[in-house]
């Protein structure tokens, strides 16, 4: 075995490009492999070109008589938005200080790792009819699927902020006999929270597309308007709906994006 080691070592290190021509021959496996089981009929999907087009032209021109509509269903999406990214955040925080290697117990990190697992196991869609069930249609099951739907990724995004922690400065705490939750607010929340409000306003911008995906299963919003006029075949107010989210996304976008560049330069 040591020989077949030493054999190896030498081989890679006398011709570099066998090991990249094998990874590349690994990666082609893959994708030839995943493209296999997914059956793509490409000659149906040339002979489907002209059905997308006759969908399209459908939804052309936009019927601006439901703009005020569009309006007030996005000010929902938004309000459940932030709602739903506030409550999640505030949620998130002391599952990633349970998940994080640097500050945890083995068995603590198992438990809230294992959590964060279940919830990001269970899709957005899921989780809208679950509490569509529990609370009826409307906003309110919106806010609440975008609440647990937000703690599987901030938790993550919290976690992996934590573990980057400069692990001098919790040593000396722990030196002086911090306790852990003195450890977590002077050590810890100081350095990460630049970058966890970064993550945050990533979040509540794709929180609005996730609210429009929530609205289909009746979880309010622009989402349920917009399955509304799909399903009754006015197609030119839906084209209405999404452009209304499509200017609101953007401008969200432009915004957030440069606040995270901001905290990004404070950390």
Do not use: C
């Amino acid at each position: 075995m040591k020989n077949i080691q030493l054999f190896w070592f030498k081989f890679s290190h006398y011709y570099p490009w066998v090991r990249w021509l094998l990874v590349l021959a690994g990666v082609v496996a893959v994708y030839t492999w995943a493209l296999s089981g997914l059956q793509v009929d490409f000659a149906l999907l040339k002979d489907s070109y002209p059905y997308i087009v006759d969908f399209i032209s459908r939804l052309f021109p936009p019927n601006l008589e439901v703009v005020d509509i569009a309006i007030k269903a996005l000010i929902e999406t938004v309000q459940m938005s932030l709602w739903g990214t506030t409550i999640g955040a505030i949620i998130s925080l002391p599952i990633a200080i349970a998940s994080s290697r640097n500050i945890a117990p083995q068995w603590l990190r198992w438990l809230a790792n294992f959590l964060q697992n279940i919830v990001r196991s269970v899709p957005s869609i899921v989780l809208g009819l679950l509490f569509v069930a529990a609370t009826g249609l409307g906003a309110p099951a919106g806010m609440l699927a975008l609440s647990i739907y937000t703690i599987g990724y901030l938790a993550k995004f919290y976690q992996e902020a934590i573990e980057a922690v400069n692990p001098r400065s919790l040593e000396s705490l722990r030196v002086i006999g911090a306790s852990p939750i003195q450890i977590a607010q002077y050590g810890i929340l100081p350095q990460i929270l630049p970058l966890g409000l970064g993550y945050t306003l990533w979040m509540f911008e794709y929180n609005i597309r996730a609210a429009s995906v929530l609205g289909v299963v009746g979880a309010g919003g622009i989402g349920f308007q917009l399955k509304s006029y799909i399903d009754g075949f006015e197609y030119t107010k839906a084209t209405t709906m999404m452009l209304v989210l499509l200017v609101v996304v953007t401008v969200i976008d432009v915004i957030s994006s440069h606040l995270r560049h901001k905290l990004e330069s404070m950390s």
